[in-house]
């Protein structure tokens, strides 16, 4: 049905795409793996509109057809959802999902339409919880992916194209939106899925195209039995071995964060924990159980009542006070709440620990950029360009440059929200293998992730939450997943 | 030998997107090229006198002091439509009887502190009592012209020829040029240096570019917008000083419309509106456009309205084309 030839585009200093070619049939479910920067988004931005080819040809229904803008690529029939939500956080939920395609008569929209179909849209993705009315600036992440699933649903589209969709989902909301994929491969809707996480692919893929440097270095295998060792060394050249750092014999020191009776009205209610010294203790349980609400109130992002201590010293005054007595937050959504679009990356990486590489205010550019370089190596953050704007940056690199942020300078604690959202499978092995060495220099982690296996990998103790409580928590050596979904699901603590 | 390779390869890396930052830049001074043709041919005997030159720089050294300060604002998220009032005020207060009695240094560290508090008032509006900066700024500029008119019971207070001290500035030549064109100098690199050199200017863009990442990143954001304001305030301060100097006077006539002058030198400079992007080279070229304009109108006899007109014409059409540049850096 869509048959793309030999698309060439290039960035300044970069070459994104360097001929590709895919394939996607009716009401398959194909999808595109590779690393990160390999040219995923470009070639699906080129296939929205968003971006034009230098070169190569796209033909959907056996024509050619040039995609001009955006709304050309809408009206041909494909529908887009991006890696970074482009959702307006000033309008309701029915304005965003029918931006641009209002119901109106005679110029005037009619409102009361887009409420009802948007509710329609919201009830078939299996939320209809989501208030059409609600301004779309308020809503949690998970949400607001929902919201853009139900733009692209509006148009009626016939392939629908899905950049990075469940890296912002939980488990149950990943088995939502599969559901919802299926349904449409049965309706003839042909679906282009692109994620990191591989078993995903066997789970909701019919056939896979490996991008690799701007190639496709394998197109159409079939997803089911393709062994990943093979997906793995074709999308990084090489295989991974162990993905988690071995925590066992890992030693504790002393109580560095203490946390009592943590309440925030409606969302967490008296949570109380603490975390040593070396030791990574991870939060599992739904979006929207008050995991990450309580990372930020931990670092005084947002107002909540009880206690933080960090060595005994209170947390006050806001994160600029977190921040003095050695807490670092990676936040959980990158572009709103972590990156400068416009700066370099350097800038970008320096931005909190600026003060150490300053005197009297006057900037050591020298130092400063020597403590980015040495950053950017460790986290292999690709192209390694220190003066380039971060947001011409691949997702996952520009994801490395946050986490980087806060690994320039010794911290106390580290809280980690879903630190690897976005990156592929080797880099996320070395994210890995560096949040083990931090501990090991004694640094206190707390770690919220949505993916079980992760937080298990990774943990050494893990709490469970649920509804703002802690319901569980235990050792992560005595936990396996089921044993935690069944408890973050329906709460039958062990 | 691979080493200095890498690193020759990363330098010419940093080149071009120097080279890309740049043009907008070159636009500005093509701009003011043509303008300068545009002089030469129109009024070829007036135009490039020296004495025409040192009075379009005198003429941009009032407005330009502001713009600095200005720009800071602008790029750090708000906006300050209060400079002209301020500078007013700073003017008058720095004139009255009781404050030229002790002397020229009182007079013009009076106008500074003035300028710098009535900044402060905003500041703290804007980042503590969480006033819109529009709302905030247009409430200072009315109170201020107010409370000016008010000192001076609407006259205008002469600088005294005890305190000719002051007017030196205007008066005294250094290099053809008069020192006031050099406190404009001084404030521009010193501006240029904060900004670009310092962590106060890193934090602005960040303020300005995504509050909330800037935050999170543990910047004391409300009093890093608090003394944003004050500093354009103090740009006010030392602008009422110039002010003094080349006219000898305090009024609360001064500086009327500074504040759109200011605004439009900084977004013909590339500054965004919206914060976070912005140079203070750029905001220069653009007021040394803007008082070439006014200039070459002033010059050719034409009238003042369509001087306005062109000004118009000319946001507009810088606007525009720095949009296709943002476009075709992106698509
Ligand atoms: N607007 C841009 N300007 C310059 N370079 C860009 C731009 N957009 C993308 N690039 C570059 O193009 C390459 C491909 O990026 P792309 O975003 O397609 O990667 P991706 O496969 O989606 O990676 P990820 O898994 O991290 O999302 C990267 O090297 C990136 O830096
Ligand atoms: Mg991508």
Redesign the pocket.
């Known amino acids: 049905m869509l048959e793309v030839r030999n698309i060439v585009k290039h960035?300044?200093?970069?070459r994104?795409l360097d001929g590709v070619d895919l394939d996607v049939r009716a009401g398959e479910v194909h999808c595109l793996l590779?690393?990160?920067?390999?040219?995923?988004?470009?070639?699906i931005k080129i296939l929205a509109g968003a971006h034009q080819p230098d070169s190569g040809t796209i033909s959907f229904d056996d024509k050619p057809i040039r995609l001009a803008t955006p709304t050309a690529a809408m009206r041909a029939g494909i529908a887009t959802i991006y890696?970074e939500l482009d959702l307006v956080d000033g309008l309701s939920v029915a304005e965003n999902v029918f931006l641009g395609h209002e119901h109106s008569r005679f110029g005037f929209n009619r409102r009361g339409e887009s409420r009802r179909a948007t509710a329609g849209l919201l009830a078939r993705l299996g939320h209809p919880e989501i208030p059409p009315d609600a301004e779309v600036g308020g809503l949690s992440p998970a949400a607001k992916q929902i919201v853009s699933m139900a733009r692209a649903l509006s148009h009626d589209a016939r392939l629908i194209i899905m950049?990075?969709p469940s890296a912002a989902l939980a488990h149950d909301e990943v088995a939502n939106l599969f559901r919802i994929i299926r349904d449409l491969a049965a309706h003839g809707v042909s679906v282009v899925y692109?994620s990191?996480r591989l078993e995903e692919i066997r789970e909701i893929g019919d056939r896979v195209t490996v991008?690799k440097d701007?190639r496709a270095v394998a197109s159409g295998l079939p997803a089911h039995d393709t062994p990943t060792r093979e997906i793995v060394s074709l999308m990084t050249g090489r295989s991974i071995e162990h993905a988690f750092p071995d925590r066992t014999g890992a030693e504790f020191g002393d109580d560095v964060l203490r946390v009592t009776e943590l309440t925030i009205p409606g969302v967490v209610d008296r949570v109380s924990f603490t975390v040593r010294a070396g030791e990574i203790v991870g939060l599992a349980g739904l979006v929207g159980s008050g995991r990450s609400e309580i990372l930020e109130a931990v670092y005084g992002a947002r107002p909540a009542s009880g206690t933080v201590t960090v060595r005994g010293r209170p947390v006050r005054g806001g994160p600029h006070g977190a921040v003095r007595l050695g807490l670092g937050l990676a936040p959980e959504e990158r572009k709103a709440q972590a990156l400068l679009l416009d700066q370099s990356v350097a800038a970008n990486i320096t931005l909190a620990t600026l003060g150490n590489h300053a005197r009297f205010g006057w900037i050591d550019r020298r130092g400063e950029r020597a403590a980015a370089r040495r950053l950017i190596e460790t986290l292999d953050v690709?192209?390694p360009d220190l003066d380039?704007p971060i947001?011409?940056?691949?997702?996952?690199?520009q994801q490395k440059a946050v986490l980087a942020r806060w690994l320039a300078e010794d911290r106390t604690v580290l809280l980690l929200d879903e630190p690897t959202r976005?990156v592929?499978v080797g880099a996320r092995a070395e994210l890995y293998a560096l949040i083990n060495r931090l501990a090991g220099q004694g640094i206190a982690i707390l770690l919220v992730s949505s993916e079980v296996p992760e937080v298990l990998g990774l943990a050494d103790r893990v709490l469970v939450i649920r509804d703002g409580r802690i319901i569980h928590q235990a050792p992560a050596a005595d936990l396996d997943e089921h044993a935690v979904l069944d408890m973050i699901m329906e709460g039958s603590a062990l | 030998m691979i080493d200095t390779r890498q690193r020759g390869n990363v330098a010419g890396r940093e080149a071009v997107w120097r080279r890309i930052t740049g043009t907008r830049h070159a636009g500005l001074v093509v701009a003011l090229a043509l303008l300068a043709v545009i002089g030469l041919v129109t009024v070829p005997d007036t135009f490039a006198t020296s004495s025409n030159l040192v009075s379009i720089l005198a003429l941009a050294s009032t407005i330009g002091v502001i713009t600095v300060g200005m720009t800071f604002v602008i790029i750090g998220g708000g906006i300050d439509l209060s400079v002209g009032a301020v500078m007013a005020l700073a003017s008058v207060w720095g004139t009255t009887l009781a404050t030229q009695s002790y002397g020229p240094a009182v007079m013009v560290l009076c106008a500074v502190l003035v300028g710098a508090g009535a900044g402060l008032v905003n500041g703290v509006l804007v980042a503590y009592g969480r006033l819109v900066p529009f709302i905030a700024t247009l409430a200072m500029l009315v109170a201020a012209r107010g409370l000016a008119q008010r000192i001076s019971e609407k006259k205008t207070q002469l600088v005294q020829s005890a305190n000719d001290v002051i007017v030196s500035l205007s008066t005294t030549r250094w290099l053809g040029l008069p020192l006031l064109v050099f406190l404009f100098a001084l404030v521009v690199v010193v501006g240029w240096l904060v900004l670009n050199r310092t962590t106060f200017g890193r934090r602005t863009y960040a303020v300005g570019g995504n509050p909330e990442a800037a935050r999170l990143a543990g910047i004391n954001i409300r009093r890093h917008t608090m003394y944003l304001y004050a500093l354009s305030g103090l740009c006010c301060g030392i602008a009422a000083v110039i002010i003094m100097a080349r006219t000898t006077t305090g009024s609360s006539t001064h500086g009327d419309l500074y504040e759109l002058d200011a605004i439009a030198a900084v977004i013909i400079g590339g500054t965004l509106l919206s914060g976070g992007r912005g140079t203070i080279t750029g905001s220069i070229l653009g007021l040394l456009i803007f008082t070439v304009i006014t200039n070459l109108f002033i010059l050719n006899g034409l009238d003042t309205s369509d001087q306005l007109i062109a000004k118009g014409l000319i946001i507009v059409i810088a606007v525009l084309l720095q949009r296709r540049n943002a476009l075709g850096g992106?698509s």
């Open positions: 960035f300044p200093g970069v994104a590779g690393q990160n920067g390999a040219g995923k988004s470009t070639l890696q950049d990075e692109i990191h991008l701007g690709r192209p380039r947001r011409t940056l691949s997702g996952g690199n976005g592929d | 992106t």
